[in-house]
C-alpha cells in the first residue's frame, strides 16, 4: 500500500483534466502543440500500477492495514501508521531491498521485539498479493493491447514487497518489463525511471504512450523524458489516496480499458 511519506499533502480528489473522445486524444500534449510527426502511432505504453491498472488504498483501506500492522508490532494503530507514513522513501527508493527487510526496519521504527519481523514479512506478503489483484475488464484489455502489437511495461513507485508478489500475481504475463522504484533506486518523476523503462522496451521515447492517474508528478515526468503521456481517472475513484499530483492540462480518458480503442483509432481522424 502507497502511503505518503509525512508531511506530503495528499487528496482524494482528481484535478480538473481535459477529457476528450477516445479517438481525439492526441499526445498528452495540448493540442495546439501537437504535429503530424509527433502523432505516430506508439509501438509501446508504459503504465503506472496503483490507481491505474489497480484501484488506489482508500482512508478506509489505509486504516484497516494500519490496524493489522499495529496488532502484529503490538503498537497502538497511530504509531503504526505514523511509522509506515515515515518509512514510505526508504521503502519505494531502493534503501530497503526485500520485504524481510522492510519488516526490521518496521519494528526498529517502532521500538518493537525483533520476534515480531516474520510475522510482518507474512503480512506485507499478504497485503502485497491483495493490492495486486486486477479487474478481469482490465486483463481483457491487457490482451487487447497486446493484440494491438503493442509492447507493454509497468513503471512503478512500488516496495519490495509489491516487487517480491508481482511475478505472482495475474498482471505480470501480460507485460514485457517492469521497472519498480525499488529496484531502480528513485522514486517518480525521476528520469532514471523512465530511461529504465524505454531501455528494458527497446524502444526511443517518441515511441512511447505513459499512461497513470498523475500520482508523484508522473505524466509531467513522462514528457519531460521525451514520451507522450496521457492521464486515465483515478482507479477506485475520488476515494483514492494519491500524492505528489499536480494540474494536468494534457490529454484524458476514463480508464485503460479505453486504451485498446485509442491505439486502434490512433492517425484514423
Known sequence: MRYPPTGTPFSTSLTATAAHPVGDVLLGTPPQRSSAASAS???????????????????????????????VLRVSPVVAESALSDSWRARHDGQLTSTTEVAAHLVTCCNTSPACVGELEMLLAQLAHVRLQADATLLKALER?????????????????????????????????????????????????????????????????????????????????????????????PSGLVFGETAWSGSAIPDVEALPSLLNRWGKR
Request: hydrophobic fraction near 45%; proline fraction near 5%; glycine fraction near 10%.
Open 41 to 71: 502511432r506508439p509501438m509501446a505504453v508504459i503504465l503506472d500500477l496503483f490507481g491505474t491498472l489497480v484501484t488506489a488504498p482508500s482512508v478506509v483501506e489505509r486504516k484497516a492495514a494500519a490496524a493489522q500492522f499495529a496488532e
Open 145 to 237: 493491447l497486446r493484440r494491438c502489437g503493442a509492447r507493454l511495461a509497468v513503471l512503478s513507485d512500488a516496495s519490495p514487497d509489491i516487487a517480491e508478489a508481482w511475478s505472482r500475481s495475474d498482471l505480470a504475463p501480460h507485460f514485457d518489463a517492469v521497472v519498480f522504484s525499488c529496484r531502480a533506486g528513485a522514486v517518480k518523476p525521476n528520469r532514471l525511471l523512465f530511461r529504465a523503462v524505454l531501455g528494458e522496451l527497446g524502444v526511443a521515447p517518441r515511441q512511447a504512450l505513459y499512461c497513470g492517474d498523475g500520482g508523484g508528478d508522473e505524466l509531467a515526468g513522462a514528457e519531460q523524458a521525451g514520451i507522450r503521456a496521457v492521464r486515465v481517472e483515478r482507479r477506485g475513484g
